[in-house]
Every structure is written in structure tokens, then in C-alpha cells.
């Protein structure tokens, strides 16, 4: 009875432990219990099935209720840590806290130095436009109230034509269409091999050398035609003698290469048969001499390029939006210029005839170099009406597709950078006719490039100098003077400061120039009567 007694006791205060405590921790102690009970009796433990199978099912009973005992354990762990990392962080930003206190210095740099990186300085850009505005719309509140209100849009009738009746200049540019056709009829009988390659080369040389001799001397000597209009007439004929000697050139070219047998080279109609298929243009191609057309010929005459070749790219379409915003454009800056000219350019200059009379010096300084501030204003204008609305318009109108006309010039850190990126259609050709060729011939870079500048002074003294009847190589020096310029910027001046320099002779270099020209005008013609 007592062992009984002795062996019902732990079992029940086992199963007891079993129940109420953890599973895995209940069975342990049991078995550890047994285990050391059958030990020191050190014999066998009784096997009862009964028993067995209810040892088992306490077991089970106990595992699960250890799983669902660890899963509150791990739920209520989490919470705990949750709280232990919120005080972590609240104490970590304390400490921050306490720390920016103490120190508020780090080693850097000021924004304005160079070795900072800093490079945003679009506030100050905004800056420096509103106070050009202020600035300028002071000098223009000034004008008004010393001279009131010049603009004339009739006036600008009589800078074309003196006599409404008579149209000297116009007539002087419908002219041009003789050495047009001489150029394209030449072109046909050196394709079918009528003349010789030394007549064609002959009567091209001739028919150029008329076009710049013919125009200037009309305007020398017929008194009907105005400076504007010889300006006008004049600044046709020099884009035409460009395009047609480059129209001789290629065709010349295209020669060489069927002579010796090479791929021949296609271009497009350039005003072919269109197939529409879905809003785009067909075209379709033709192989030298099917180029040698009136059609080519006055399409290449039109199209804003002055380099001819066989293939022009073209755009699929006409895009009329585009169109109709570059046609606004273009009345608008051009009414803007005239108005500009009118209020703030002639007055200064009609001022400034005095100083140049007397030989002030200092006077002279100080009103040329108001007039290059409203100069080069409406130079800018004048750029961004020409090579930007103007030759676009025509190019949509065409639909010639390679719109690069100017490149960054406003960016130019050298001198040579500007002229090679802001007149495209110019360097193009230099690049292409002149430059090139008489690199391949052997002759030096810099004489080459010397040899440019020389052609392109030419041209700016032709086309001043004539039209205003009198010639004072203002232009032609003016020009010139970029070559030693162009030598010491690239030389000495880097970065923005070449850029500066670059601006700073935009400014008050060759402008200077066209206004002594205009002032010297004025002088001979009007000086008496001031």
C-alpha cells in the first residue's frame, strides 16, 4: 500500500506538471523523473499498454499546447522589442541633438569659389535679365520723353524706293535669273559633252565674275536705287554667286566620278511627283545629269543652303502649325527692328555727328559706344530673325529637312569657334569649297584659314562700301582684325574668359565698324544741314 502510495503520488503530481506547465519541459521532467526512479531500483520499467496510451496523449496534449505557448512567447517578445528600438531611436536623437548643439561647423566651401562644385546660378542669370529690362526700359522712357514718338511704318517704304513708280532694285534682282539659266545651260552642255571641260570652266569663271560686277555697278551708277535697296539687291547676288558656284563645283564632281566610272551618286527630285501615302512624300530619285532641271535648279536657288549636292534631305511634311508661328516671327521682329532702328538708332546717331566733326576724342569714345549697346541689340534680333524664323519658314515651306543653321555660338570660348558656328550655310560652303581644297593643294592650316577670313572681309566691305557709294575699309579691317584677335584669344584666354572676350568684340568691334559707316554716310550727306 505504501509503495503504491509512494508511486501514485509523483505519477499524479507528474501528470499534474504535465498539464499545467509547458509540453516540452513536462515530458522532460517526467521521463527524467522515471528514468531515475527505474535507475536506482536499477530494474526494467513496467510495461502497461494502458498506461502507455495514456502517457501518450498527455504527450500530444502537451506539445501543442507548448506550440501555441511559444507563439504568445515570440508575440509578446516582439512588443518589447518594438518599445527597446523606440527608445534606441529617441535616444540616438537625443544624442544628435545634444551633438549639433555642441558643433554647428563641417569643413566646406563657399558657394562662389570654384573648388565648392557649385554651378546653379540661375537666380543670378534671372537676376542680370531684369535688370538689362530695367536698364533698357529706363533708355527707352528716356528717348521718349527727349524725342517722343519716331516710329514711322511709312517711312520704311522710302528706304526701298525713291520714286514709287520706279523699282531699280527689284528690277536689279529679277536680273539675277540670266546667270541662273547661263549656269544650269553651261551644266546641261558639259553633261552631253558639247563644249570642253576648259569652255565650261571659261564661261563659269565668266558668268560669276559678272554677278558681283553687274549688281555693284548698277547700283553705282543708277541714282534711283536707295542704300537699303543696293544692300538688298547686292546681299541677293552674293548668295547667289555662293550657290551657283557651288552648283558648278558638285556637277564638275559628279563628272569626274561617271568619267571613272564610280557609283553613281542619286538625289531626289527636288520638286518631284508626289505620291501621298498616309500625310508623307514619295520621293523619288535620279542619277547625274537627270539633276541638270529648272525645277533642281530653282529649288536649290530657294533653299535656305548654300551647298548644293544630290541628295538634300527632306521632311515628310508640311507641318502648319510650325509654319504659321515662324510667319508671326517674322512680322513681328522685323516690325520690332524697324521701330528699334527708327527711336533709338538714328536719333544717337544724328548726336553723335558733332563729336566726329570736331575730333572730340573722348566724345567720340563715349557715342560710340552708346551706339554699340542698341547695335547690338538689334544684331541679336536680327540673328534670331534670320537664321531662326525666317530661314525655317522657308525650309518647312520647302520641306528641307536640315534645319542646322547656327550652332552655340553664344558659348564660344575662341574667336574661330563663333565664326565656324554662327552662320551654318556660310561655313558650310568655306568649309566645303574653298578651305578643304586648298588644304588638299598643300598649303599650311593657318594660311588657309587666313585666306577664309580675306574672302569673308571681301564680302562685308562689298556689301557696305557699294551700296553707300564710298569706301573706307572700315569692314574689310574690321575682319582682318579677327585673325590676330582670334591667335591671342586662343592663346591666352581660356574658359570664360574667352567667352567674355568673344562677346566684348562682338560688341565693339565689327558693329563699331558698320556704324562709322552709317555715321560717315550721314556726314557727306546730311552734315551740312545739321
Not at 9 to 35: C, E, H, Y
Not at 416 to 421: D, E, G, L, P, V
Not at 452 to 477: G, N, T
Amino acid at each position: 500500500m505504501s509503495d503504491r502510495a509512494e508511486m501514485r503520488g509523483p505519477v499524479t503530481r507528474r501528470r499534474r506538471t504535465t498539464i499545467s506547465g509547458a509540453g516540452g519541459g513536462a515530458v522532460s521532467l517526467k521521463q527524467q523523473a522515471n528514468g531515475s526512479k527505474w535507475h536506482d531500483a536499477e530494474a526494467k520499467p513496467p510495461q502497461c499498454p494502458a498506461k502507455t496510451k495514456t502517457e501518450n496523449e498527455v504527450q500530444r496534449h502537451a506539445s501543442n499546447n507548448g506550440k501555441m505557448g511559444r507563439e504568445m512567447g515570440m508575440s509578446g517578445q516582439q512588443q518589447p522589442q518594438q518599445q527597446l528600438t523606440n527608445s534606441q531611436r529617441k535616444q540616438r536623437s537625443a544624442v544628435e541633438d545634444i551633438n549639433e548643439r555642441l558643433s554647428c561647423h563641417v569643413l566646406q566651401e563657399s558657394l562662389l569659389s570654384s573648388a565648392s562644385g557649385y554651378s546653379n546660378y540661375r537666380g543670378i542669370l534671372n537676376w542680370c535679365v531684369v535688370m538689362l529690362v530695367l536698364s533698357n526700359a529706363r533708355l527707352f522712357l528716356e528717348n521718349i520723353i527727349k524725342y517722343g514718338i519716331l516710329v514711322d511704318p511709312i517711312q520704311v517704304v522710302s528706304l526701298f524706293l525713291k520714286d514709287p513708280y520706279s523699282w531699280p532694285a527689284a528690277c536689279l534682282i529679277l536680273a539675277s535669273n540670266v546667270f541662273i539659266l547661263a549656269a544650269l545651260y553651261t551644266e546641261r552642255r558639259l553633261a552631253v559633252g558639247t563644249i570642253s571641260k576648259t569652255t565650261g570652266q571659261i564661261l563659269h569663271i565668266f558668268n560669276l565674275t559678272s554677278m558681283l560686277i553687274f549688281p555693284s555697278a548698277t547700283v553705282l551708277t543708277v541714282t534711283s536705287i536707295t542704300p537699303v535697296g543696293g544692300v538688298l539687291s547686292l546681299g541677293v547676288y552674293t548668295v547667289l554667286f555662293l550657290k551657283l558656284y557651288s552648283y558648278q563645283d558638285t556637277n564638275r564632281w559628279c563628272r569626274e566620278i561617271r568619267q571613272a566610272k564610280a557609283k553613281r551618286m542619286t538625289r531626289s527630285y527636288s520638286c518631284p511627283s508626289v505620291a501621298q501615302s498616309n500625310g508623307s512624300a514619295v520621293h523619288t530619285h535620279v542619277s547625274y545629269p537627270g539633276n541638270l532641271t529648272h525645277r533642281d535648279m530653282y529649288y536649290f536657288v530657294f533653299a535656305p543652303t548654300l551647298c548644293y549636292q544630290l541628295n538634300f534631305p527632306r521632311s515628310p511634311r508640311i507641318r502648319k502649325r510650325f509654319l504659321m508661328r515662324r510667319l508671326f516671327e517674322m512680322l513681328f521682329f522685323m516690325q520690332l527692328l524697324v521701330g528699334l532702328i527708327q527711336q533709338w538708332m538714328v536719333p544717337t546717331i544724328q548726336n553723335s555727328m558733332k563729336p566726329f566733326q570736331e575730333m572730340d576724342f573722348s566724345r567720340m569714345v563715349e557715342r560710340l559706344l552708346k551706339l554699340a549697346v542698341p547695335n547690338h541689340l538689334i544684331w541679336l534680333i536680327f540673328f534670331y530673325w534670320f537664321f531662326h524664323s525666317s530661314m525655317n519658314f522657308v525650309a518647312e515651306l520647302l520641306q528641307f529637312g536640315d534645319r542646322e543653321f547656327y550652332r552655340d555660338w553664344w558659348n564660344s570660348e575662341t574667336v574661330t569657334y563663333f565664326w565656324a558656328n554662327w552662320n551654318i550655310p556660310v561655313h558650310k560652303w568655306c568649309l566645303r569649297h574653298f578651305y578643304k581644297p586648298m588644304l588638299r593643294k598643300g598649303i599650311n592650316k593657318f594660311l588657309a584659314q587666313t585666306a577664309v577670313f580675306l574672302v569673308s572681309a571681301f564680302f562685308h566691305e562689298y556689301l557696305v562700301s557699294v551700296p553707300l557709294k564710298m569706301f573706307r575699309l572700315w569692314a574689310f579691317m574690321g575682319m582682318m582684325a579677327q585673325v590676330p584677335l582670334a591667335w591671342f584669344v586662343g592663346r591666352f584666354l581660356n574658359g570664360n574668359y574667352g567667352n567674355a572676350a568673344v562677346w566684348i568684340s562682338l560688341i565693339i568691334g565689327q558693329p563699331v565698324a558698320v556704324l562709322m559707316y552709317v555715321h560717315d554716310y550721314y556726314v557727306i550727306h546730311y552734315g551740312s544741314t545739321t
